[in-house]
């Protein structure tokens, strides 16, 4: 049967309150989970944001963004957690996001991806700091960075020309296609004579044009040849993929216009191309006499295209053509010329008489002929002069070559 003893309740109970007063006596233990407020002489310093660094700018996509930090310090024995928020203001009064308790990473650096994706169009504020749950240190600095829309640039769908054409002078047209999250974007186009788009004979650039469409004119292009064309999109840095290649074929040359020309038959004898004169059976043939009175009168008949007739300042063939066009109803012997013997660098100005036998494409037995004087200069002038034995004399040759058009 149990009794109760007051004496030695008393007892107990002094003892429990001298335990008390002892245990008060003692310092707290800085890792028990009891302790609350801060612990006085721990300091923890302010962690540093690396990346992305101040004023970066990030392109948006579906990944979330990642965030380093440098990690804080502390003086005390607790483990340390880091606190994170990113807002829209630099008052962080609109915060997107907030993590309260993320572990330090190791060396010390902290890589922290976001939960979801940021908005584009939006500058980002952030910030951190550290806590080891009775003491938090201080705000690191606040750094800032931009999520901007990505950069698209679809290719563009070429149009026309395609197929057989009735003219040398096409409008090069494409569809336009979308264009998003940059400015300055053009457009290339990429002419050549080879389906590898390998043999480039132009490119072009222009600004995307009005009503979904851009046009573009590369002037005039050789008779009789087949050429292939595609585009893309640039803002000079990014690029679209090369659309698919179209191919078009130019028409053949028209029948030369007729036009007086003083001591010959008026007007001259046009169209089909005349007759060749036959092979010499021994030495040269000798340079015909009618070429003089051609230039003259078709610079006569049409001095805006004597005019317009420097290619290499914004000019045209067509003078040469002509000169040439109206020579051959005389003889298809007459051609232009490639300079110094190069087949692909034609003259501008000058005219050949292929005075030898055989086949007159590519041969260098020809007469060479300036049939404008002062080509590029302000007053070019119809002339006729013979610099056959001068371009042999210094140690070149003329190349008969027919530009493509015959």
Partial sequence: MSRLHPARGLIALVAVASLAACEAAKSPNPTAPSVAGPIP??????????????????TFSNEPPTLL???????GVRTIWLQLEVSTDAGFSQLVHQADQISPGDNG???????????AGFTYYWRSRASDGANT???????NFSVVPPVVIDTPTPMDPQGNINTNRPTFRARNANISGTTGVAYRFQVATNADMTNITAVVTAPPGGNGNTEVSLGELPYNTTFFWRGWGTDGTVESARSNVVSFRTPAPPAPTPVPAPGLPNPVPGGGGGNRTPDPTSGRLPLPGYGAGVVQAVAAANPGLLRNSCQE???SW???DLVVDTLRTYDTRWGYNGKRGNANDPSLDVVTYHHGAGASNGSTQVYIIDVVGGHCGSNPSATWIDVTDATYGA?????????GRF
Avoid: D
């Fill in 41 to 58: 002489g721990v300091a923890i310093t302010a962690p540093k944001p690396l990346e992305p660094h101040a004023g970066q700018t990030l």
């Fill in 69 to 75: 930090i440098e990690n804080a310090g502390s003086s």
């Fill in 109 to 119: 650096r902290t890589l922290y991806r976001l939960p979801a994706p940021l908005g």
């Fill in 137 to 143: 240190g201080p705000f690191s600095s606040v750094s």
């Fill in 313 to 315: 300042h914004g000019g």
């Fill in 318 to 320: 067509q003078f040469l």
């Fill in 395 to 403: 140690g070149t040759v003329g190349r008969w070559i027919t530009r």
